[in-house]
T-cell receptor, first 112, second 113 residues
């Protein structure tokens, strides 16, 4: 069964600090891995999308890494801001891409 | 561009009632999707469409119907609402395929009592 597991479930950090969110997946066949940010009461917004051959991708202060051998990905947030408070969702696509497996998300809260 | 818009934002239904959730995109995307998001769970695909006139079932299609008469619109119909359909519903679209970035609407929060 295709699964995407994220850790931690929730995280509280101080503004300005860095953090790293983890994603492990057992999805086959693998097509690509995405990270989404979902603000409370809103739809998810794409941060990064990586294919099998890519092992890192950045989007501003967000940097995602992918290790296709160990089936792990991480999302690193640098110099966190209050606006980074959101749920971060890891999503893995199988072949054809119409079938996505969503993780349950890591709820990040950035405090003063 | 407004992107992906959904109406209504909130709705309360009684058991057995029916309703249509509206979704419109103005990005000329071929692919459109309906997901539901239950508390503490990952999003689940209900139905998707690869173009006008073509729809297909996702992971959790029971109790729902869709149609795609135009590129822009992809309504989701709930027949005989049940408490198990209480959820937040998201519509999304992408240009080429599911491989492409999906753009999500703001969601519709539905409660069935």
């Amino acid at each position: 069964k295709n699964q995407v597991e994220q850790s931690p479930q929730s995280l509280i950090i101080l503004e300005g600090k860095n953090c790293t969110l983890q994603c492990n997946y057992t999805v086959s066949p693998f097509s690509n891995l995405r990270w989404y940010k979902q603000d409370t009461g809103r739809g998810p917004v794409s941060l990064t999308i990586m294919t099998f051959s890519e092992n890192t991708k950045s989007n501003g202060r967000y940097t995602a890494t992918l290790d296709a051998d160990t089936k792990q990905s991480s999302l690193h947030i640098t110099a966190s801001q209050l606006s980074d408070s959101a749920s971060y969702i890891c999503v893995v696509s199988t072949g054809g891409g119409n079938k996505l497996t969503f993780g349950t998300g890591t709820q990040l809260k950035v405090e003063l | 561009n407004a992107g992906v818009t959904q109406t209504p934002k909130f709705r309360i239904l009684k058991i057995g009632q029916s309703m249509t959730l509206q979704c419109t995109q103005d990005m000329n995307h071929n692919y459109m999707y309906w997901y539901r998001q239950d508390p503490g769970m990952g999003l689940k695909l209900i139905y998707y469409s690869v173009g006008a006139g073509i729809t297909d079932k996702g992971e959790v299609p029971n109790g729902y119907n869709v149609s795609r008469s135009t590129t822009e619109d992809f309504p989701l119909r709930l027949e005989l609402a049940a408490p198990s359909q209480t959820s937040v519903y998201f519509c999304a679209s992408s240009y080429f395929s599911g491989e492409d970035t999906q753009y999500f609407g703001p969601g519709t929060r539905l409660t069935v009592l």
